[in-house]
C-alpha cells in the first residue's frame, strides 16, 4: 500500500511556543491531505481537508489561526501548531490521497506541551 | 444519528476464535467501504477497501458488504495476539469523495 511519513514522532515543547508536523507521501501523489487529532481511548477527530496548492477546509471548531496547514506540494504538509497550550498536547495523525478511493495514514505524531 | 456506527467493544477472543466486527451505516448511496486496523500509539493502517456488495478476501481477512441491511462486517480467521489492536470501519461520501465518516473502533483483544 501507500506509504505516509511524519516527522517528527514525537515532540515535547514549552506552552508558549508553536510546533511544525510534517507530512510527507512517500511513492504517490496526495492531491488531498487531511489532519486528524486523537486523544487517548478516542476515535479520531478531523481538524481538516487541504488539496495541494489551495487553502485548507477546518472542520467546525478548529481554530485556523491556531492550526495552520501548508499543502505546498503533492507530497508535502505540514501543520503548525502556534502558541502551543497544554490542551493542545495529543496525537496528531495524517493521511494522504491520491487517485485512489481511499486514504493512507502516517504514523502519527505525539505533541506533548508543558 | 452517527453516518457509521460501531460498537467500540472491548471484543476478548482467544487465539485461534473467528473475530467478527460490525458497522451499520445510515446512508444507502455509501458505495465504498473500509477497515483500518489501528495498533496503540500508532497511525491507522488500511487492511481491506471494497466497492459496493459482497466479499473481499485477503488471507485471513474477509470483508463483507450487506447494502440490503446497510451492514459492513470483517472476519478474521485464525486470530493471533498480534491481531489485538483498534479495528475502525469507514465510508466514503458519494457526493465529496473528500468526506469520509469513521466508526469509533472496536477495540479487540486475542489472548495466547
Known amino acids: 500500500g501507500a506509504v505516509v511519513s511524519q516527522h517528527p514522532s514525537w515532540v515535547i515543547c514549552k506552552s508558549g511556543t508553536s510546533v511544525k508536523i510534517e507530512c510527507r507521501s512517500l511513492d504517490f501523489q496526495a492531491t488531498t491531505m487531511f489532519w486528524y487529532r486523537q486523544f487517548p481511548k478516542q476515535s479520531l477527530m478531523l481538524m481538516a481537508t487541504?488539496?495541494?496548492?489551495?487553502?485548507?477546509?477546518?472542520e467546525q471548531g478548529v481554530e485556523k489561526d491556531k492550526f495552520l496547514i501548508n499543502h505546498a506540494s503533492l507530497t508535502l504538509s505540514t501543520l503548525t501548531v502556534t502558541s502551543a497550550h497544554p490542551e493542545d498536547s495529543s496525537f496528531y495523525i495524517c493521511s494522504g490521497m491520491g487517485g485512489g478511493e481511499t486514504q493512507y495514514f502516517g504514523p502519527g505524531t505525539r505533541l506533548l506541551v508543558l | 444519528q452517527k453516518e457509521v456506527e460501531q460498537d467500540p467493544g472491548p471484543l476478548s477472543v482467544p487465539e485461534g476464535a473467528i473475530v467478527s466486527l460490525n458497522c451499520t451505516y445510515s446512508n444507502s448511496a455509501f458505495q465504498y467501504f473500509m477497515w483500518y486496523r489501528q495498533y496503540s500509539r500508532k497511525g491507522p493502517e488500511l487492511l481491506m477497501y471494497t466497492y459496493s456488495s459482497g466479499n473481499k478476501e485477503d488471507g485471513r481477512f474477509t470483508a463483507q458488504v450487506d447494502k440490503s441491511s446497510k451492514y459492513i462486517s470483517l472476519f478474521i480467521r485464525d486470530s493471533q495476539p498480534s491481531d489485538s489492536a483498534t479495528y475502525l470501519c469507514a465510508s466514503r461520501a458519494p457526493y465529496n469523495f473528500n468526506k469520509f465518516y469513521f466508526g469509533s473502533g472496536t477495540k479487540l483483544n486475542v489472548k495466547p
Open positions: 487541504s488539496n495541494e496548492g489551495s487553502k485548507a477546509t477546518y
